[in-house]
């Protein structure tokens, strides 16, 4: 009779756990295909950082079966497990049950943001975030002040003291990985359609990205000059705004929708053959519009057409191939590393392309690091929200790639990028790092690199 009413006890109490809601839970049947066989435990950074079940995707996967199932509640406890996820997908390519955890992540993500109240601090720094980074008019706003934050040496003062971390260790983690600010942030010199160079092949479209068109204009102007000199015309709409990653792999709904939907309606009537991205995070997001907008009946069949124009510039230029001829990029033989990008390699299950394109450059040798599968500790904004883990995972991915011995490496990624040259910077290493579309940019205009 004891157990009977502790049984009882034990349900009622349960029945008002806090826990997932009706709109896109966890799905059952992904969870079920998990058999806890640890292969992920390996090749997921969070894991090998913490060294906890929990924050493994297959603790992860328990947890959110038991909130599925009422037998746990989403609260500070549980959902912390799933913040402390990098979201790179490591685990969905070594997984051997083809456990689909991409899909699951996603909807715990955007589970927790509608059921679970976060702290004051948390609220409001998340908010600052998605405030201005996926709004690119609102963020060279910032660009004015942070520029004389610059200019008059006030950075070197605030990251000699310490202070920041002191106060912050989250906006100490967002001030280190701060580029340098020139004028040429402030411009946008790239015109609406740019013509091809010699036979027109095809007709794409080139999206600027957030940070990319702010921080990394260049990347975006030697993007467009190698595929026009390859032969495409290339088409930028100016009403074209974020794709969204940022607040869809946070759990941001209505927010990601919303910008999803704008994109899909930027490029609606430039009757182009493809939609290129050079940002790898950007680019599966972009892919996955016929997830977000799933429930959209204006937009599902829009975004599906959408997603389905949408490649990796490295994945375009490996299938269409290149027309124009390569040059040196230095007087003698060049080794490079290429860093994988987790949207790119896990994401997009891109990484040969990348190298093929890579080695057509004459003179340009290719070198591989151990781990080039695990995450830098960027992984969109996980380094600002997320920061002793990011740090750790930084350091180890920087060391590995100077192991290699290699004089530059390529990075197809802003916040990858933004991530190893920090630090690069704290371990007092000098050695370049640029993305892929610099380097055949520098190679088709026959230009020497400086190193």
Known sequence: MQVSENSE??????????????????EPKLIDTCVHCGFCLSTCPSYRVLGKEMDSPRGRIYLMDA?????????KATAQHFDSCLGCLACVTTCPSGVQYDKLISATRHQVERNYPR????????????????????????????????????????????????????????????????????????????????????RVGVILGCVQRLFFSSINEATVRVLTANGCEVVIPKTQGCCAALPEHQGQTQQAKALARQMIDSFANTDVDFVIINAAGCGH?????????????????KAKEFAAKVRDVQEFLATVGLTIKLSPLADKPLTLVYQ????????QKISVQ????????????????????????????????????????????????????????????????????????????????????ELLDYSIRGEKLEL
């Open 9 to 26: 006890s034990k349900k009622a109490s349960l029945s008002n756990v806090t826990g997932f809601d009706a709109n896109h839970p966890p």
């Open 67 to 75: 909130i599925n199932e009422g037998e746990i509640p989403l609260n």
């Open 119 to 202: 702290s004051l601090p948390d609220t409001l720094f998340r908010k600052l975030i998605f405030s201005f980074f996926p709004y690119p008019n609102r963020l060279k706003v910032l660009l004015v002040p942070l520029f004389v934050y610059q200019k008059l040496g006030f950075q070197k003062v605030v990251r000699g003291t310490g202070l920041l971390k002191k106060i912050s260790p989250r906006l100490a983690a967002m001030e280190s990985i701060l580029p340098k600010i020139t004028l040429k942030s402030f411009k946008d010199n790239l015109p609406d359609v740019i013509p091809a160079q010699g036979e027109k092949r095809y």
């Open 285 to 301: 997001t972009l892919k996955e519009y016929g997830h977000i907008l799933e429930d959209d009946p204006q937009y599902r069949e």
């Open 340 to 347: 994988d990008a987790c949207h790119l390699l896990h994401g």
């Open 354 to 437: 990348p190298r093929q394109v890579l080695q057509q450059i004459p003179g340009v040798k290719l070198r591989e690091p151990i781990d080039a599968a695990i995450c830098c500790g960027s992984a969109g904004v996980y380094n600002m929200l997320q920061p002793e883990v990011a740090e750790e995972l930084g350091r180890q991915k920087v060391q590995n790639l100077l192991n290699t011995g290699a004089q530059l490496i390529a990075s197809p990624n802003p916040g990858c990028t933004l991530q190893i040259s920090k630090h690069l910077q704290l371990q007092d290493q000098e050695i370049s790092i640029m993305h892929p579309m």
